[in-house]
């Protein structure tokens, strides 16, 4: 069962390296990249920053646009492999990788993708296989994390062990392999130690909330409620929606004698778990079902009510991907921005829905409303004027066209 911490870490998990480096293979061959024009780097710049930003579309074009200038660089199928990989599309994620790995033998990165997606795919095997060749070409941390991941998977815990080890080796700030030691020691029992591994990721990532929620978790398992709670509270403040953080919550405060909050917080969680079946429902009917505009609308739309924003609006620019006419899911997309505060994006968002449906009265009513928080009273004042086109009897509109007009 892959834990939701290692499906966001595979998604993030790649290199990506632009301009001229030179590296040592294993047999002492170098590996050099071909030197990039500044306008095609500059395209490939912001093919990642469309990707960030779940632009898929956006991103995808700059890089078609980056491989009719440079048509053997080896950084465009990477690139274009990472996008295919957040839209779940892993064999033609995988297809580009090794498009990347032709074109350049020892690219930084390539192999380890290619592991990532087997991992995703369940191949653990042929994973840690991958992992090895992304060592051999480019030693480097993340593919041991990977290669100790997969180990656990497997059942393999002396060798997932060591495989930490080893990427702490190379890098002892890796935050992200002392908190793979701290989960592997929790599902061996050793609470202790899984504390202590934990403190440690949290040492070199201070902002992590993954790390926060386990060391308040295992200070709870341990007897020592009244250390965890400040941890646990914060959290749950940042995360509403996760369930872990409130059942702990609930534990540390019944211990504490809190007997009433204790039983709210014990509420909450049950709540929360009945919620969270449900999203994971929908996250294995989008992942089976990838190409299904509707199954990444749904997961969206459960990711939003629970308040997990950002996951939210991955799951509705995956949707828009798959079917770029989709209004409801861009109405979804306008409100999503509204919920994270975000005026500016919100009204793209509309404006995009009123260039696809001039009549759609909804949408231009909600355009006027951002248009007049922002104070654009000619855009507002020309929306709502449009809504009276496709609505006549529309009195919210006409109410505020009335509060635009001057009183004598």
């Given at each position: 069962m892959l834990r939701p911490s290692v499906i966001l870490s595979l998604l993030l998990g790649g290199l990506l390296l632009f301009g001229a480096c030179t590296r040592t293979g294993p047999q002492g061959e170098t590996d050099t990249?071909?030197?990039m024009d500044p306008t095609t780097e500059r395209m490939l710049y912001q093919s990642t920053q469309a990707l960030q930003s779940h632009a898929f579309v956006q991103a995808l074009a700059l890089v078609d646009s980056a491989e009719a200038r440079a048509p053997g660089l080896a950084d465009v199928p990477f690139l274009r492999g990472r996008i295919y990989a957040e839209l779940v599309r892993l064999k033609e994620a995988e297809a580009e990788y090794r498009k990347a790995l032709a074109l350049r033998p020892n690219y930084p990165g390539a192999w380890n993708n290619l592991g990532n997606t087997a991992f995703r795919d369940q191949r653990y095997s042929e994973a840690i296989q991958l992992y090895h060749r992304e060592l051999a070409a480019n030693p480097d941390p993340r593919p041991w994390r990977g290669i100790a991941r997969a180990y656990v998977e497997l059942g393999k815990t002396d060798s997932a062990r060591f495989a930490f080890e080893r990427a702490l080796a190379l890098d002892e700030t890796f935050a992200e392999a002392h908190f793979g030691q701290a989960l592997l020691l929790d599902d061996l029992g050793d609470a202790e130690g899984a504390l202590k591994a934990a403190r440690e990721a949290l040492t070199y990532d201070p902002d992590n909330l993954e790390y926060q929620y386990h060391v308040g978790a295992y200070l709870v398992k341990l007897g020592r409620p009244g250390e965890a709670l400040a941890l646990l509270e914060s959290v749950a403040e940042a995360w509403p929606w996760h369930?872990?953080?409130?059942?702990n919550l609930a534990q540390a405060l019944m211990r504490l004698g809190r007997t009433d909050e204790a039983e709210a917080m014990q509420t909450r969680a049950e709540q929360l778990r009945d919620l969270q079946a449900q999203i994971s429902h929908l996250e294995n009917t989008a992942r089976v079902q990838h190409r299904d505009p509707f199954a990444h609308a749904a997961l969206g739309s459960m990711l939003r009510r629970v308040g997990r924003y950002n996951d939210a609006m991955h799951a509705y620019m995956v949707s828009l991907y798959?079917?770029?006419?989709?209004?409801?899911?861009?109405n979804n997309v306008a409100v999503l921005h509204l919920l994270?505060?975000?005026t500016t994006a919100a009204i793209r968002a509309f404006e995009q829905i009123v260039q696809v449906d001039a009549t759609n009265p909804h949408a231009w009513l909600n355009l006027g409303s951002l248009y007049a928080l922002s104070d654009q009273l000619d855009g507002a004042k020309y929306a709502w004027e449009k809504v009276l086109e496709y609505d006549p009897g529309n009195e919210v509109a006409s109410r505020y066209l009335a509060?635009?007009?001057p009183v004598p």
């Open positions: 990249a071909p030197p369930q872990g953080t409130h059942y798959l079917d770029p006419s989709n209004l409801e899911v861009y994270r505060q975000d509060s635009l007009t």
